[in-house]
Each structure stands twice: as structure tokens, then as C-alpha cells.
């Protein structure tokens, strides 16, 4: 299957400080990515689709201005947050779509701590 | 919308034995995919089978095998043979084309030696 790198794994960060995490697509041109956050034990959450070179779109009750999506090429996205609170601490997972829009593959996941 | 659920929160397997994990779906398209994922406690979700909706033939990937009832909606995933790294949150999963993909609750699997 396809191969979607997100870094970092893990970040410890103080509060109040932003945090980008990155995700690729290594062989293939991701026309969409999806942003995922999971608390331990739970599903996925959808917090945002992104396609390339538009706007992402933010499922109901994510802030937009405080988990910035930037979709700007084929194989990279990035989610940052800003200003981030204990609370923002979780798991984020991304994954990538290309052009046949079946099957989505994952990154390896970041592991956030706000401290 | 699209729904999927997973009725199972945990199931439990003793090792070699055979486990089967229910999904039922939602949904008002004719056309579109169904998945299984594992999440062991690394937590990096691993595609374990698909199944294109148009598709009779049941997916199969050695010791993982799917039942697919269309008319009933329902996908389950049977495990043969269980081993001690099958451990993880199995999530179903449905996607058709131009929807985001939706996911079930999960199942933890836990198999005893």
C-alpha cells in the first residue's frame, strides 16, 4: 500500500506555544488528507478535510483558528496547533487520499502533550 | 448519513481459536468500500481487508476473512487461528466516493494464551 509519513511521533510542548505536525505522502499525489484526533480508548474523530491548494473544511465544534490546516502541495499537509492548552493534549492521525478517493491510508500518528 | 457501528466493545479469544468481530452499516449508496483496521497499542491504524461493494466474492487475506451481507448491510471479520499479536482495536470502516469516511466505535480484541 501506499506510504503516508507524519512526524513528528511525539512532542512535548509548553502551554500557551504552537506545534506543527507535518504529513506526506511518499509514492503518491494525496488529493485529500483528513485530520483525525483520537482520545485513548475511542474512535476516530474527523476534525478536518483538506484538499489541495483550498481551504479545509472543519467538522462542527473544531476551531479553525486554533488547528490551522495548510494543504499547499500533492504530498505534504500540515496541521499546527496554536496556543495550545493541556486540554489540546491527544493523539492526531492523518491520513491521504489520492485521486481514486477509496481507500485512505494513515500516518503513524502524533502523540501531543501540553504541559 | 452514513453509519457504522460496532456493537462489540471487547471480545475475547482464547490463541488458535477462530473470532469473528460484527459491523453493521448505513448507508443509501449502491456503490462504495469497506474496510477493517487494526490499531495495536502502537496505535498506527493497519488496513487488515477491504471490500468493494460490487464484489459477490467475500474478501480474503489469510487468516482474515469477511462475511459481506449487502442486503443486510452487515460486514463482519472473522479471524482463524488467533495469535497473541492480534491484540489490538479492530475499527470497521465505510467510505463511497466523494464522503469522508466514517468509522465504527471499535472492538478491543483480546486474546489469552
Known amino acids: 500500500g501506499a506510504v503516508v509519513s507524519q512526524h513528528p511521533s511525539w512532542v512535548i510542548c509548553k502551554s500557551g506555544t504552537s506545534v506543527k505536525i507535518e504529513c506526506r505522502s511518499l509514492?503518491?499525489?494525496?488529493?485529500?488528507m483528513f485530520w483525525y484526533r483520537q482520545f485513548p480508548k475511542q474512535s476516530l474523530m474527523l476534525m478536518a478535510t483538506?484538499?489541495?491548494?483550498?481551504?479545509?473544511?472543519?467538522e462542527q465544534g473544531v476551531e479553525k483558528d486554533k488547528f490551522l490546516i495548510n494543504h499547499a502541495s500533492l504530498t505534504l499537509s500540515t496541521l499546527t496547533v496554536t496556543s495550545a492548552h493541556p486540554e489540546d493534549s491527544s493523539f492526531y492521525i492523518c491520513?491521504?487520499?489520492?485521486?481514486?478517493?477509496?481507500?485512505?491510508?494513515f500516518g503513524q500518528g502524533t502523540r501531543l502533550t501540553v504541559v | 448519513a452514513q453509519t457504522v457501528t460496532q456493537s462489540q466493545p471487547e471480545m475475547s479469544v482464547q490463541e488458535a481459536e477462530t473470532v469473528t468481530l460484527s459491523c453493521t452499516y448505513d448507508?443509501?449508496?449502491?456503490?462504495?468500500?469497506l474496510f477493517w483496521y487494526k490499531q495495536p497499542p502502537s496505535r498506527q491504524m493497519i488496513l487488515v481487508i477491504r471490500?468493494?461493494?460490487?464484489?459477490?466474492q467475500n474478501a480474503t487475506e489469510n487468516r482474515f476473512s469477511v462475511n459481506f451481507q449487502k442486503a443486510a448491510k452487515s460486514f463482519s471479520l472473522k479471524i482463524s487461528d488467533s495469535q497473541l499479536g492480534d491484540a489490538a482495536m479492530y475499527f470497521c470502516?465505510?467510505?463511497?466516493?466523494?464522503?469522508?469516511?466514517?468509522f465504527g466505535r471499535g472492538t478491543s480484541l483480546i486474546v489469552h494464551p
Open positions: 491520513s491521504a487520499g489520492d485521486h481514486l478517493n477509496t481507500e485512505a491510508f
Open positions: 509514492d503518491f499525489q494525496a488529493t485529500t
Open positions: 483538506s484538499n489541495e491548494g483550498s481551504k479545509a473544511t472543519y
Open positions: 448507508t443509501s449508496e449502491s456503490d462504495y468500500y
Open positions: 471490500q468493494e461493494a460490487y464484489k459477490q
Open positions: 470502516a465505510y467510505r463511497s466516493a466523494g464522503h469522508i469516511p466514517t
